[in-house]
């Protein structure tokens, strides 16, 4: 006969079926919450992790001096791998085509027999429906990403991570780099992806220190930001690239040092980026990102001064 389902309910007028959905609401809150935690800034960058931390200010470096300090995270540092597990793994499977191509080279040059020809071509027919099935991966990759970045308690510690591994960045060199390989599946779906995530990487998480009113501690409170202050924001990150463009790249760029940065902020985001793509070389252009800050040409080598994109407030500073 056809199932049934019985649920009963308590004295406050709450069922059984109520009370185990929040309970099971509240466990993958729990999971997401420490797989997402501060023991994730672990596998920053030295350096990286400093400037957060000075940023945070002084309860936030407590928190991690007692991370640091306890010997009873090993649960917490098995959840926070499995996201460095698969940031590592989305980003190695994004920048594979120059590889590819360099060992497709390297075997053509070494196998001369027509047998080993064939088995080849089977590979290289293996490997590209091994990359559709993950590009479906890394989609729900990116997507439980920006549903973490999109929830304050899971993304107070995961953006500067993912920021620190240049993930935003990367996704969007990938997607050029598929693009021109002229593979077409699903590379709009991952595009959109990689603007959303991009869009949640952009502004910075402020925290703002709350006194609570039943202890003498300080708490971490979300704050979200005006669209005055994201405004503001969006400005400040305009004046570093021309303050960075008219050091080293005026001659390149006069456009965009003559024009306004109001003007830059309300045009499209297309036109500032052709502007800057028609005016550097793919050398120059990695050289201002690295300037920018938005990668590390050597995570083991970050001495130079030039201030970080997300801290507009270094504008004002005396060369």
């Not at 640091?68 to 926070?80: A, I, L, M, Q, V």
């Not at 036109?271 to 800057?276: A, G, H, P, R, S």
Request: aromatic share 6%.
């Amino acid at each position: 006969g056809p199932s049934t389902t019985t649920s009963t309910t308590t004295s406050t007028g709450v069922t059984n079926n109520d009370t185990n959905g929040r309970t099971n609401c509240m466990t993958l809150q729990q999971a997401n919450q420490s797989m997402t935690g501060l023991a994730l800034w672990k596998h920053m960058p030295p350096r990286a992790r400093e400037l957060e931390l000075r940023k945070a200010g002084g309860a936030l470096r407590r928190q991690w001096t007692h991370l640091t300090s306890s010997k009873k995270n090993d649960d917490d540092e098995k959840h926070e791998e499995i996201v460095v597990q698969m940031v590592n793994r989305v980003l190695q499977v994004l920048e594979q085509p120059s590889n590819n191509d360099n060992e497709k080279k390297n075997d053509d040059d070494d196998d001369d027999d027509e047998d080993d020809s064939h088995d080849e071509d089977e590979n290289e027919n293996d490997d590209s429906d091994g990359i559709n099935g993950e590009w479906v991966w890394i989609q729900r990759a990116l997507e439980l990403w920006i549903d973490w970045l999109s929830t304050p308690h899971t993304r107070l510690h995961l953006k500067s991570y993912l920021q620190s591994r240049h993930v935003g960045i990367r996704c969007r060199r990938a997607f050029y780099a598929w693009r021109r390989a002229g593979d077409t599946k699903g590379i709009r779906t991952f595009g959109k992806l990689v603007q959303t995530l991009e869009l949640y990487l952009t502004f910075p998480v402020v925290i703002g220190q709350v006194s609570s009113t039943t202890s003498t501690t300080t708490l971490l409170k979300h704050v979200p930001w005006t669209p005055a202050q994201q405004a503001s924001e969006y400005h400040g990150r305009i004046a570093m690239l021309q303050k960075l463009v008219h050091r080293h790249y005026a001659l390149e760029c006069p456009e965009l040092l003559h024009a306004g940065v109001a003007h830059l902020a309300s045009s499209s985001h297309n036109y500032l980026t052709k502007l800057v793509q028609e005016s550097l070389s793919h050398d120059q252009l990695m050289d201002l990102c690295h300037r920018l800050r938005l990668l590390h040409s050597n995570d083991d080598n970050e001495d130079d001064d030039t201030p970080p994109l997300d801290r507009p407030d270094n504008l004002n500073e005396k060369e």
